[in-house]
């Protein structure tokens, strides 16, 4: 029999199998590595983080049951345990596995508000997540994160304060409130790097960066610090707002840093009074572009009072995903994770330097 | 997507530098020859260095050299710091890739330039 199986499908099966001392799903926790599919044939890696005891057999097992079951005759599982982070070894973050920028290029398009929520959402899959403000002249993370906490300083490093289980870094932590930062480039650079380098993030599946509008100097620092796991590209559906967004991604092409994919926000409106739907700057144009330009399209988020009446609040809407919005942020962040998965799988081994 | 290194050996014998890259292709460069593409912006303004003495002086700059270290910038570049205290050159992979003096690429590039 030759399967038809994309690697997406084999990602979609393997959310079924879950780590019994987790309770989460393995695509969630970022097990799956080196995903190969050929005819009739799949093979990936298995990553457990801890000694998984008898429970390693049976998430093989299931792992390999999931894929069986597309109609794979030959399914390879491999497995390693506590493999070391894809990180070279000079790395600022070694402990963090993957490194997703969330961007757009235009301003305005709630880029932070998707990335907050992203970060909620994969916390609550049942990730290790962090959250990094890298829009340095209008920090607006711990007002979304609810921010009542302070970093503080232990053995020389900064401890990130924690929101939600999810640790956050800000510029806006080291201001007075309506104080503004006046830099030039390298100034900024600096605080990326420290950011990166001195802030005490420990281990984590996840590390989201919250970045500013347009493709200048935090973009390119970001991009030459670490090596990115990825790029999120945020855009509204209106033609102008997609136009400068392919500007973000011809940068991150630029850099070698894989797109994973593109989430339409302010999607639709609803009205509240009579159900009407309003597409206030046009609907789909981002799925469109995404097809266009062959990036999986992760999902769509609606224009609604209550995303920014809770945004403003410091309670993210995909804290309680009963509702259609916490709902909608929980299915980007699925997407997301497939495309981390497949995208782990094309970027070949680390590059030795000896 | 362009191809990648999958290693880099800096000192790959007889003053070269070694690049595998991930469709199999295989870089050498002459040092000298790294140097003098080096693609940053001090060295993009730099008058040619001579290539014969003048009256038989040493000319300044054609000490031996050599790569001291090499990181890697993001996913995308190397920067190297060489023996001469230069290293604010970043050399990204698709620049590398294009520089390859091997006969093929050579002549591909020639073929290219040819038809421009």
């Not at chain 1, 001195?198 to 919250?210: A, F, I, N, P």
């Not at chain 1, 299915?331 to 497939?338: D, T």
């Amino acid at each position: 029999m030759s399967s038809q199986v994309s690697p997406q499908d084999v990602v979609n099966a393997l959310r079924v199998v879950k780590d019994p001392n987790v309770g989460r799903d393995i695509v969630t926790l970022g097990y799956v590595k080196e995903l190969e599919v050929g005819d009739s044939r799949v093979s990936f890696a298995l990553q457990l983080t801890a000694p998984a005891g008898p429970a390693r057999d049976q998430l093989v097992a299931q792992a390999r049951a999931a894929v069986s079951a597309l109609g794979v005759a030959n399914v390879q599982v491999q497995v390693v345990e506590q493999a070391p982070a894809r990180t070279a070894g000079h790395s600022l973050i070694p402990q963090v596995r993957h490194t997703i920028a969330i961007a757009s290029g235009k301003g305005g398009v709630g880029k932070s508000t998707v990335a907050a929520n992203l970060a909620v959402a994969l916390n609550r899959a049942g990730a290790k997540v962090g959250l990094m403000d890298t829009d340095v002249y209008g920090p607006s993370v711990p007002v979304l994160m609810g921010g009542t906490g302070v970093p503080s300083v232990v053995e020389g490093r900064i401890e990130p304060p924690e929101e939600y289980g999810i640790k956050i870094m800000s510029m806006a932590f080291f201001l007075p409130k309506d104080e503004a930062v006046i830099w030039r480039g390298p100034m900024l650079h600096k605080t990326i790097q420290q950011f990166l380098g001195d802030v005490r993030w420990g281990e984590l599946d996840y590390l989201l960066m919250d970045m500013p509008p347009g493709t200048g100097d935090i973009q390119l620092s970001l991009s030459q610090s670490i090596p990115l796991t990825g790029a999120v590209i945020v855009s509204t559906p209106q033609d102008l707002a997609l136009s400068v967004a392919s500007k973000a991604i011809a940068m991150f092409q630029k850099l070698n840093v894989p797109i994973l994919g593109v989430v339409e926000n302010m999607s639709y409106h609803v009205c509240r009074q009579c159900g009407h739907r309003e597409e206030i700057f046009g609907h789909g144009g981002a799925r469109e572009a995404a097809k266009k330009l062959n990036y999986a399209f992760l999902g769509e988020i609606p224009l609604d009072m209550s995303i920014r009446e809770q945004s403003d609040s410091g309670k993210p809407v995909a804290l309680d995903d009963s509702t259609i919005y916490g709902k909608a942020f929980q299915e980007v962040a699925e997407a997301l994770v497939s495309q981390i998965v497949v995208a782990d799988s094309k970027t070949g081994d680390e590059i030795s330097i000896e | 997507m362009p191809p990648t290194p999958t290693k880099i050996k800096l000192a790959a014998g007889n003053n070269t530098l070694a690049i595998h890259w991930s469709d199999g292709h295989e870089s050498v460069y002459p040092y000298r020859y790294l140097r003098g593409k080096c693609p940053c912006a001090t060295c993009g303004e730099e008058a040619p260095v001579p290539e014969q003495a003048i009256g038989g002086l040493p000319i300044l700059g054609q000490k031996p050299l050599h790569p001291e270290r090499a990181d890697l910038v993001g996913r995308y570049a190397l920067q190297i710091y060489w023996s001469d205290g230069h290293s604010s050159g970043i050399y990204a992979f698709t620049h590398l890739r294009a520089l390859c003096p091997c006969p093929e690429c050579t002549a591909l590039r020639e073929v290219a330039e040819a038809s421009d």
